[in-house]
């Protein structure tokens, strides 16, 4: 019995003994190929010798200064880094331990920009219904996955929710995907007016959104109206590719792929790469001037911002991402993994939907496949998947997400981009099986 709090009290679950590549080993020798990546945290597997040794060599040197009296190399390298790849003017990092940290840091960052501009009534968030962006208050709070909020409520993060971008649910028939995109943008617009717009603050959003929905992307043109309707209105667009960054749909930042930049971006997982907990929040030098030397509101920090042996980590995956090719073999890879699934599962009864970019990808889960009818939540499909597929040995992240009773459990796969080609074989007939 493990006596590890929370998730693991009650849990007879295996020991993680070993990281092989694409698999983990447990105490008893049995491999299970790596098919989600802990929710797309490892994106380059769990033994990769560049990453280990930039740790250790940073271990050796310093664990831990803390950032009110220095700053340290790997820190340094790896905001010029992720810098030098950001979209649009995004030239400052505020590091954080993890996702909702850098989620949290945004929100407050975004609050006190517009209290620097002599804004104070700006103080409201628009996010979009069954989004998850964290686990802390603010990010909780943010959020518009309603199980998870409901036993919170009311939250202290002011935010009203619009419909998020999932064409395969919601377009209607005789409608492109660009007018469905467009007119599921413009409900921002309408919140924006309906709320007024010198109360809100901005607008938070996944651009492939992960967890809650499994790997929806959206159609094309959506972002950019998004873009439009946040300059009219002078309100901040907060992008949150703690899931779907770091190289994740096959670009380093999934904002890429849709033509625009936002004012904040926040990362994590897939930066530490699972080797060390690190996220962040990058944002433009307008805003973080306002966050860090302005009239001092509220004050915000943590401990290990900018943590020495987390940003060496951070620095070896970013470096392998980009210059090492990991990210366009996101792309490479994913497209395999695409056609495999595709083949697969194209034509099953119970497949509703296939959908993804790079190494992101999405099945649903439906009880009928030409109603598109999902199962009944009380069945927990994703339960027994999850079951099923750990039993065969695969590591995959099914989900029972449902917005307005309408959408099915769903997978979630996010493997290691060094995913070999046999190896995509090996996660599709074992996810076969399950299914
Ligand atoms: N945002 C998104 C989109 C996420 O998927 C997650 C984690 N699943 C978070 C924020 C929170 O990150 P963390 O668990 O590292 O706090």
Known sequence: MSHVFPRHTKSNLPLAAKGDGAYILDANGKRYLDGSGGAAVSCLGHSDADVIAAIKEQLDRIAFAHTSFFTSEPA???????????????????????????????????????????????????????????????????????????????????????????????????????????????????????????????????????????????????????????????????????????????????CEQDGIAPDIVTIAKGLGAGYQPIGAALCTAEIYDAFVQGSGFFQHGHTYIGHPTATAAGDAVVKKLTEGGMVARAAQ??????????????????????????????????????????????????????????EAGLICYPMGGTIDGQTGDHILLAPPFIISDDQIGELVDKLGTAV
């Open 76 to 254: 340094e390298r790896l905001a010029d880094r992720l810098i030098a790849h950001a979209p649009g003017s995004l030239d400052r990092v505020y590091f954080t331990s993890g996702g909702s940290e850098a989620v949290e840091s945004a929100l407050k960052m975004a609050r006190q920009y517009f209290l620097e501009k002599g804004e104070p009534k700006r103080a409201r968030f628009i996010a979009r219904r069954q989004s998850y962006h964290g686990n802390t208050l603010g990010a909780l709070g943010t959020g518009g996955n309603a199980w998870r909020r409901a036993q919170f409520e009311p939250l202290m993060v002011e935010t009203s929710h619009i419909a998020p971008c999932h064409e395969y649910r919601w377009r209607e028939e005789g409608e492109t995907s660009e007018d469905y995109g467009l007119r599921v943008a413009n409900e921002l617009e309408e919140e924006i007016l309906r709320l007024g717009p010198e109360t809100v603050i901005g607008f938070v959003a996944e651009p492939v959104v992960g967890a809650t929905m499994g790997a929806v992307p959206p159609v094309p043109g959506y972002f950019k109206r998004i873009r439009e309707i946040c300059d009219k209105y002078g309100i901040l667009l907060i992008l949150d590719e703690v899931m779907c960054g770091m190289g994740r749909t096959g670009t380093l930042f999934a």
């Open 333 to 390: 890879q994913g497209e395999k993994l695409d056609a495999a699934l595709r083949e697969a599962f194209g034509a099953h009864p119970h497949i509703g939907d296939i959908r993804g970019r790079g190494m992101f990808r999405g099945l649903e889960i439906v009880e009928d496949r030409a109603t598109k009818a999902p199962f009944d939540p009380a069945r927990a499909i994703h339960k027994k998947l999850k079951a099923a597929s750990f």
